[in-house]
């Protein structure tokens, strides 16, 4: 079996320039953030004061710009370090990523095939099986293209009726959020912690949504039982094959 491992690097641009920001350059600047120590960070990157000071270095000339203010401390010590307004905007920056990261980590992987592009809607119809979804055009994208779409457990919605744009969707496709409104059945259920992990298959596709705990006792789902799932055509994300 092939394992992939990827790290996780944050290209930063600043006026034109860039440096791309590796996992152990963003935790240094974090530890620094919260100890307002290079020292400290240093021992908790289990790196040499040495190379953190390389680190800043590379960073700072890269993006010409400070990213760390030190102050000195008097005749008993006591100078600490901090990060400057830009280095405080990177760090932020690189947070965001990583929250988004975290959320749609748990994702819904199908290999699907364009069959239609509709340039005046703006929007591409996907085939997986005997299921079609319709997602927003991407020019880079022709009829015949193998994707992998990608849409995250948290993006599906779970309801025992159509959901109720709908029945506007049919009618005015173009100005509904909501694209694509699916009947299937509850094959699994599965509790992670304080959510239930619901299994629905649809046309022979399975598709994941995790829903919490209230709201499986409110649909009172169980296996077998049928449902109608929903999310708009913008969560859907796709790779080419």
Not at 223 to 238: N, Q, R
Request: charged share 25%; proline share 1%; with cysteine.
């Amino acid at each position: 079996m092939t394992e992939v491992k990827a790290g996780v690097e944050y290209k930063i641009n600043v006026d034109g320039n860039s440096f791309l920001l590796d996992e152990k350059k963003y935790n240094l600047l974090t530890y620094i953030n919260e100890n307002e120590s290079i020292t400290e960070a240093a021992k908790l990157c289990k790196i040499s004061y040495r190379t953190a000071l390389n680190y800043i270095d590379k960073i700072e000339s890269s993006l010409d710009i400070a990213i760390v203010n030190t102050k000195k401390g008097g005749s008993g010590g006591g100078g600490s370090t901090t990060l400057t307004e830009e280095g405080q905007l990177i760090l932020k920056e690189c947070k965001k990523i990583n929250a988004i990261i975290e959320l749609h980590k748990e994702t819904n992987e199908l290999e699907a095939e364009i069959v239609n592009i509709n340039k005046e809607k703006k929007d591409m119809t996907l085939k997986i099986k005997d299921l079609e979804l319709t997602i927003p055009l991407n020019k880079n994208y022709s009829i015949g293209d193998k994707i992998l779409a990608l849409i995250s457990y948290d993006n599906i919605s779970i309801t025992l009726k159509p959901h109720k744009s709908s029945v506007y969707k049919a009618l005015n496709p173009q100005n509904s959020s909501i694209r694509n409104v699916l009947e299937g059945t509850v094959t699994e259920l599965k509790l992670n912690d304080e959510t239930v992990r619901v299994r629905i298959t649809v046309s022979g596709v399975d598709i994941y949504a995790d829903i919490s705990l209230s709201a499986l006792k409110d649909l009172n789902l169980e296996l077998g039982k049928e449902v109608f799932i929903s999310f708009k055509a913008l969560s859907v994300a796709t790779l080419k094959l």
